[in-house]
């Protein structure tokens, strides 16, 4: 996680992580490394869900500074339970969505995945023509620029 003033990028924090799944990673810490250790510490960081790492940092980082409203992230972390992480601390969420599955979204009474919800609210293929305020699990979020690149 960093600062950015849109030319320059300030390192604020960092995780190496590894597989949360033991059959994904290379081989399990061994014995020599003492628990309580830094590299321990690190071990167990390192193995826990991304979003989870996520959010952690997020909470180191407004341990030094509040002075931010935006938490800008990609779609890898675009989950509900990130976006609700971020809003519950007063902050607001900036990021890529992903067309996925199970993932919702509620619109004039009824739920959509967002390639159903470009759908319902574009009226010309391709444009970008939408902004949108829908229910994201118990959040209410406005989601800008809907396009024809969600579909891909």
């Given at each position: ?72 992230f990609d779609s890898w972390f675009s989950w509900p339970a ?71």
């Amino acid at each position: 996680m960093g600062w950015s003033d849109g030319a320059s990028f300030v390192p604020l924090a960092f995780a190496l992580l590894s597989s949360n799944k033991p059959k994904h990673r290379l081989y399990e810490q061994g014995p020599e490394v003492p628990a309580g250790s830094p590299g321990a510490e690190r071990r167990g960081e390192a193995v826990l869900k991304a979003t989870d790492v996520f959010v952690n940092l997020l909470d180191e980082i407004m341990t030094y500074t509040s002075a931010f409203q935006y938490v800008l992230f990609d779609s890898w972390f675009s989950w509900p339970a990130v976006i609700q992480a971020i809003k519950t601390r007063q902050r607001e969420a900036i990021c890529m969505l992903k067309d996925m599955q199970n993932i919702f979204y509620g619109y004039n009474g009824r739920f959509y995945r967002l390639s159903d919800l470009y759908a319902v609210v574009t009226k010309r293929k391709g444009d970008i023509i939408a902004s949108v305020i829908v229910d994201y699990y118990g959040l209410s979020v406005r989601i800008d620029e809907l396009n024809k690149l969600l579909e891909d």
